[in-house]
T-cell receptor, first 112, second 116 residues
């Protein structure tokens, strides 16, 4: 099973709201990723967790706050976002040896 | 610096015709190479990957890719395209580091349109 699930599928929020995106995988992968993707562009890496510890933060603004409660779950907490943060947010998980990443279906975020 | 180039931004082929999507990479070591496909509004689906061994790699949905070290290329092919293959295709290089995380460097993508 190579499934990564993400909720919600769509999210509309105002600039003063606080919301969270959730990601789950049951493949036993120890690395999990958050990406941001704008239309007609490749995904841009935001954060990487390895063994539940934050290992990479690609200089993402602090209004995005990741959390990895356990090896199967990854959250992205959102606060005081800007309209330019509207995008598709993708979660991925990866195995240790192969570095193959498996992506979830994404959350389409709209910031008003 | 590592990079991935997909020279064709947009390709249109007729249904039933053959397809080749180009990918060139720049990487100092033996690369991990991937092709992903993305339908509108969806996540990325792994089509195939190359780590080592046989340079001709078979993937899902009838796709294959050939690794050519001398040309730094990893082109994706399909002998007969179906209308459902219309999507965005991304080539990526995986950076194998000392940590257990593998960063991916993506190309800019190729949009495939299929004519009936």
């Amino acid at each position: 099973d190579t499934e990564v699930t993400q909720t919600p599928k769509h999210l509309v929020m105002g600039m003063t709201n606080k919301k969270s995106l959730k990601c789950e995988q049951h493949m036993g992968h120890r690395a999990m990723y958050w990406y941001k993707q704008k239309a007609k562009k490749p995904p841009e890496l935001m954060f990487v967790y390895s063994y539940e510890k934050l290992s990479i933060n690609e200089s993402v603004p602090s209004r995005f706050s990741p959390e990895c409660p356990n090896s199967s779950l990854l959250n992205l907490h959102l606060h005081a976002l800007q309209p330019e943060d509207s995008a598709l947010y993708l979660c991925a998980s990866g195995g240790r040896r192969t570095d193959t990443q498996y992506f979830g279906p994404g959350t389409r975020l709209t910031v008003l | 610096a590592q990079s991935v180039t997909q020279p064709d931004i947009h390709i249109t082929v007729s249904e039933g015709a053959s397809l080749e999507l180009r990918c060139n990479y720049s990487y100092g070591a033996t690369p991990y190479l991937f092709w992903y496909v993305q339908s509108p509004g969806q996540g990325l689906q792994l089509l195939l990957k190359y780590f080592s061994g046989d340079t001709l790699v078979q993937g899902i949905k009838g796709f294959e890719a050939e690794f050519k070290r001398s040309q730094s290329s990893f082109n994706l092919r399909k002998p007969s395209v179906h209308w459902s293959d219309a999507a965005e295709y991304f080539c990526a290089v995986g950076l194998a580091g000392s940590s257990n995380t593998g960063k991916l460097i993506f190309g800019q993508g190729t949009t495939l349109q299929v004519k009936p």
